[in-house]
């Protein structure tokens, strides 16, 4: 594995790769890796001839009160991690690097980036969408992995890609978990004893969510009260949002009809820990012919 810490090592590395006929498949990441971001690789690992990480703590994706200083860094573990694994290119650069002056561009999304995450989080998607343009634009992959487990970030990565017509395909894979249904996350490690066990509340709480739905309820309001049932169980979790939107625009549909995703923030002490689950609506029973022709 090649770690490569300069935009401009980046570009003469990923001429190389062009040079030799190699597809490369990027996974951007923020460091601080766990089995989570593995998968990913692994799952890049299937569709590349050369294997690219990026690892940046993107400041810009960060809010003035959040955790952007504290935000656990391990560039020498993480390098260990991809080492083990087929990865060809670590790419680490420095903010200075990546952000020599303030950027004056600034990506919106005509309002997605405002639900869900983004109604706490004012200007984090764009920051998102800043910084992944720039990746895409410096490594140019033939694909980019990116994880469920942050729904609203991909499907807005989607829209950056496909508005911008970005020659990168997008994969997008499933959220890996803790035995206890935690969704794996970098935040994670700040949890308390008691706060991590009363974390794995959020997926159960998605399960019974998923469980409505897939029992037939077609009330959105009937969905979002089963998971703030079981949210409401756990005392340490402070909840931010429960919500049964659409995959299509992450509006509340009136009605369940096609896919859906069921999401989740909440607090466990100062720790924001967000999950998700995508469900589908069981296809409606064919009417079974009512005898007598009645
Ligand atoms: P992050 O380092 O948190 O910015 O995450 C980098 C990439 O890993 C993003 O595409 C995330 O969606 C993905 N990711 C984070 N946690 C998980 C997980 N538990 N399972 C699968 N992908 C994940």
Same mark, same amino acid.
Not at 13 to 32: E, I, K, S
Not at 169 to 194: F, K
């Given at each position: 594995?090649?770690?490569?810490?300069?935009?401009?090592?980046?570009?003469?590395?990923?001429?190389?790769?062009?040079?030799?006929?190699?597809?490369?498949?990027?996974?951007?990441? @923020?460091?601080?890796?766990?089995?989570?971001?593995?998968?990913?690789?692994?799952?890049?690992?299937?569709?590349?001839?050369?294997?690219?990480?990026?690892?940046?703590?993107?400041? /810009?994706?960060?809010?003035?009160?959040?955790?952007?200083?504290?935000?656990?860094?391990?560039?020498?573990?993480?390098?260990?991690?991809?080492?083990?694994?087929?990865?060809?290119?670590?790419?680490?650069? /420095?903010?200075?690097?990546?952000?020599?002056?303030?950027?004056?561009?600034?990506?919106?999304?005509?309002?997605?980036?405002?639900?869900?995450?983004?109604?706490?989080?004012? !200007?984090?998607?764009?920051?998102?969408?800043?910084?992944?343009?720039?990746?895409?634009?410096?490594?140019?992959?033939?694909?980019?992995?990116?994880?469920?487990?942050?729904?609203?970030?991909?499907?807005?990565?989607?829209?950056?890609?496909?508005?911008?017509?970005?020659?990168? /395909?997008?994969?997008?894979?499933?959220?890996?978990?803790?035995?206890?249904?935690?969704? @794996?996350?970098?935040?994670?490690?700040?949890?308390?004893?008691?706060?991590?066990?009363?974390?794995?509340?959020?997926?159960?709480?998605?399960?019974?969510?998923?469980?409505?739905?897939?029992?037939?309820?077609?009330?959105?309001?009937?969905?979002?009260?089963?998971?703030?049932?079981?949210?409401?169980?756990?005392?340490?979790?402070?909840?931010?949002?429960?919500?049964?939107?659409?995959?299509?625009?992450?509006?509340?549909?009136?009605?369940?009809? !096609?896919?859906?995703?069921?999401?989740?923030?909440?607090?466990?002490?100062?720790?924001?820990?967000?999950?998700?689950?995508?469900?589908?609506?069981?296809?409606?029973?064919? /009417?079974?012919?009512?005898?007598?022709?009645?």
């Amino acid at each position: 594995m090649e770690t490569v810490t300069t935009i401009a090592a980046a570009r003469a590395r990923r001429q190389q790769d062009r040079q030799a006929g190699r597809r490369v498949v990027l996974v951007p990441t @923020m460091g601080a890796l766990h089995e989570g971001h593995l998968s990913l690789v692994r799952r890049a690992a299937e569709l590349a001839d050369s294997v690219w990480v990026s690892v940046f703590v993107n400041p /810009t994706q960060f809010g003035p009160d959040e955790d952007l200083d504290r935000y656990p860094r391990d560039l020498a573990g993480d390098g260990a991690k991809l080492e083990a694994e087929a990865v060809d290119v670590l790419f680490a650069p /420095t903010t200075q690097d990546m952000y020599p002056q303030q950027p004056v561009i600034g990506i919106g999304f005509s309002g997605l980036e405002d639900l869900l995450c983004g109604a706490s989080r004012p !200007g984090h998607f764009a920051g998102v969408g800043l910084v992944v343009a720039k990746l895409l634009n410096i490594v140019q992959p033939e694909v980019a992995v990116f994880g469920q487990k942050d729904a609203q970030q991909a499907l807005l990565i989607r829209r950056l890609v496909a508005d911008l017509d970005v020659p990168v /395909t997008v994969e997008v894979a499933p959220t890996v978990r803790e035995p206890d249904g935690l969704a @794996m996350s970098s935040r994670n490690a700040y949890l308390s004893h008691d706060h991590r066990r009363a974390a794995s509340a959020i997926s159960r709480a998605l399960a019974r969510g998923r469980g409505a739905v897939e029992e037939g309820v077609r009330d959105p309001r009937q969905v979002r009260a089963a998971m703030l049932e079981v949210m409401g169980s756990e005392p340490l979790l402070e909840l931010e949002y429960a919500e049964c939107v659409s995959q299509q625009d992450l509006r509340t549909p009136a009605r369940i009809e !096609g896919l859906l995703l069921l999401a989740i923030a909440a607090r466990a002490g100062t720790t924001r820990l967000i999950d998700n689950m995508a469900v589908s609506p069981p296809a409606a029973a064919p /009417t079974a012919p009512r005898p007598n022709g009645g």
